[in-house]
């Protein structure tokens, strides 16, 4: 296969081209924050954390963290116009109350009938399921970015999960470093793809059959 792909920046840069004007957007910790950073101009998203703060900006430059204005990964941040404060009650009840549009997640295993599974037991990966629980089942649309495979080269997109489950059926599209992936009636379905991989190659490294519906556009994103 080649070994062309795309960095975690320019994954994060397609997904968030997908996020509408206006959205209230939950991103997962880790890799998923650098989503914030390619929100699209003229467009306004409005960023939930689950430690309690709406409207957050983007990090600060360093040396000028206020360590009491983090997010729920700890990292620092700023604040927009309008930001809000409020308890991690409060915050769980916007989640579990279905007022955020869109989650944005990590993923160890997404599966063709939309289950995913982003955290693991054991001495290694994230030691418990945490927010994201509510986060897949509360928010109207769930989306991950991810490697298409492990650093060991096992598909990430799969039958079925084989590590704990985040949530049930809950992924509707998955952005990877090879391609885009819609999940729809049980099934992947490619929306994109780098021009530079063949069908076969890319269906090599999915762990699940690769369903067409018209034609599959090609994934170009900018350089970062």
Not at 210 to 221: A, M, Y
Request: aromatic letters at 6%; proline letters at 4%.
């Amino acid at each position: 296969m080649t070994d062309v792909k795309l960095s975690n920046a320019q994954i994060a840069w397609r997904a968030a081209q997908d996020i509408e004007d206006g959205a209230y957007v939950n991103l997962g910790i880790g890799f998923p924050e650098m989503v914030a950073q390619y929100t699209v101009e003229g467009r306004e998203a409005i960023f939930h954390t689950e430690n309690g703060v709406l409207n957050f900006g983007p990090a600060p430059k360093p040396g000028e963290e206020d360590w009491d204005l983090i997010n729920a990964g700890k990292k620092a941040v700023t604040l927009k116009p309008g930001a809000a404060f409020f308890h991690h009650a409060d915050s769980f009840g916007m989640v579990r109350g279905g007022h955020l549009d869109v989650a944005i997640l990590g993923a160890l295993q997404v599966a063709q009938n939309g289950d995913l599974a982003n955290w693991r037991v054991g001495n290694k990966g994230v030691p418990a399921v945490g927010g994201a629980m509510d986060l897949v089942h509360g928010a109207k649309r769930v989306a991950v970015i991810t490697d298409h495979v492990t650093k060991k080269g096992d598909p990430k997109l799969v039958d079925s999960c084989t590590f704990p489950l985040t949530g049930v059926g809950c992924v509707t599209r998955v952005y990877t470093s090879l391609a885009v992936v819609d999940i729809e009636d049980g099934h992947f379905v490619l929306r994109e793809k780098l021009p530079q991989l063949s069908m076969d190659e890319l269906r090599a490294v999915t762990g699940a059959e690769l369903h067409l519906d018209g034609d599959v556009g090609e994934l170009i994103v900018p350089e970062l």
